[in-house]
């Protein structure tokens, strides 16, 4: 049987990661598990039965799950209608987008949809998707866009091809992470074609309110502090209030490969914060940032967490990288590769950035590897929670 399934491990997660329990029935009892969607249930839509599921899902604040079914028998169209994107609500799925469905602009049909196309869920339930598009006017150069779909619509918020919200350019290419913040606030970078410097400045950061897409970094701009331009971007996150957090490689900045990438936040006026800069100094003043993971995940606050590669430490490799966060005015060290475990039993060393969350209380929530275990592999890895000061561990391997 494959299934879908609400835990205990999923509730702990969730409530930490939106800092609160919740208490919709769906999550009320640790350890109660409901089946949501299964092989052989009927299509929500009626038009076939469920074949397989796909395994990326999402989970909003409160208690929404939006699925993928990467494949449907005995649907109506073959092929052509046998995937969508889903969303489980009030205790009943809904299909939000199918395979072979129009497009928005009725330029092209959806085609199949898997895990990677499934970008994120609103708080309100609308599902953030990209796609690639069939029988589209212009073939290869306008069948991919970035997609808003709810329980009544899909809107299209960009299309390959199609004009970009700047004097010059049109939308060419998207990012393969992108975030949601609150209802329906979404963050995506990319690239451009057709803009004025070419290569010197066709690639972006973009902020989506409402379905309606504005650039709010892009390749050749200047950096908020100092002297250099932003060159490159890594992967945003936005919160409900519009603050995004973004990495940035830079150009022509005044220390060379020494301070030539950063961290940054656009506010929710267009404004931009610089969080983190290579080269600064560590918040206990052992070693220099060298590096930094794209992963920078953002609360309500606009208080972010990342992790970090330092130079110049007291330790060598041995307390050379952290997990830290950043408001933009201060830095706090929340883990250092070399502290001791919480339990003693080992020392923290690498850490894995897949597992990365703050919450709205500042409280950070890592994956770490250890050494110096007493049993070895049977017990080097965990999930640990910190703000500041002592290390909570939540779970330890073995």
């Not at 196309?117 to 306008?142: C, P, Y």
């Not at 963050?187 to 803009?195: A, E, H, K």
């Not at 590769?337 to 709205?360: C, E, F, K, Q, Y």
């Amino acid at each position: 049987m494959v299934h879908l399934r609400t835990s205990w491990y999923h509730a702990i997660v969730t409530a930490f990661c939106v800092g609160l329990l919740t208490v919709n029935p769906v999550w009320a009892q640790l350890g109660s598990t409901q089946i949501i969607v299964q092989q052989g249930d009927a299509a929500p839509d009626g038009n076939g039965t469920i074949g397989s599921l796909g395994a990326i899902t999402r989970l909003n604040d409160a208690g929404q799950v939006g699925y993928i079914v990467d494949q449907y028998n005995g649907t109506a169209g073959g092929a052509l209608d046998d995937s969508s994107i889903n969303l489980f609500t009030g205790g009943v799925s809904q299909v939000i987008v199918r395979e072979g469905d129009a497009a928005p602009d009725a330029n092209g049909l959806q085609n199949n949809f898997d895990g990677s196309d499934f970008k994120g869920l609103g708080s309100g339930g609308a599902v953030l998707f990209t796609n690639s598009l069939t029988g589209t006017a212009g073939g290869t150069a306008d069948d991919i866009g970035v997609f808003q779909g709810t329980a009544s619509s899909v809107s299209q918020i960009a299309r390959e091809l199609s004009p970009a919200p700047v004097a010059t350019g049109d939308w060419d290419s998207f990012g393969g992470t992108m975030s949601v913040g609150g209802s329906n606030i979404h963050g995506f970078v990319g690239g451009m074609i057709n803009t004025p410097g070419g290569t010197a400045d066709d690639s972006f950061v973009a902020r989506a309110i409402g379905g309606s897409a504005t650039i709010v970094a892009r390749e050749g701009d200047t950096i908020p502090v100092g002297t250099g331009t932003f060159g490159s971007f890594g992967s945003p996150y936005v919160n409900a209030a519009g603050q995004m957090s973004f990495y940035a490689g830079l150009t022509g900045t005044a220390g060379g490969t020494a301070d030539n990438v950063g961290l940054f936040r656009v506010n929710a006026d267009g404004s931009e914060t610089q969080l983190v800069r290579k080269g600064s100094t560590a918040p206990d003043g052992n070693g220099t940032f060298s590096g930094f993971q794209t992963v920078v995940p953002i609360n309500s606050s606009g208080r972010t967490v990342f992790q970090s590669s330092l130079t110049g430490t007291g330790g060598g490799t041995a307390d050379n990288s952290g997990t830290f966060s950043s408001s933009g005015g201060s830095i706090t060290q929340i883990a250092r590769r070399g502290d001791t475990a919480p339990d003693g039993n080992g020392t923290l060393s690498s850490i894995a950035s897949n597992g990365l969350r703050i919450n709205d209380s500042n409280r950070v929530a890592f994956i770490n590897s250890l050494t110096g275990t007493a049993n070895g592999t049977l017990d080097d890895s965990g999930l640990f929670v910190g703000s500041g000061g002592a290390l909570t561990q939540i779970i330890r391997e073995g």
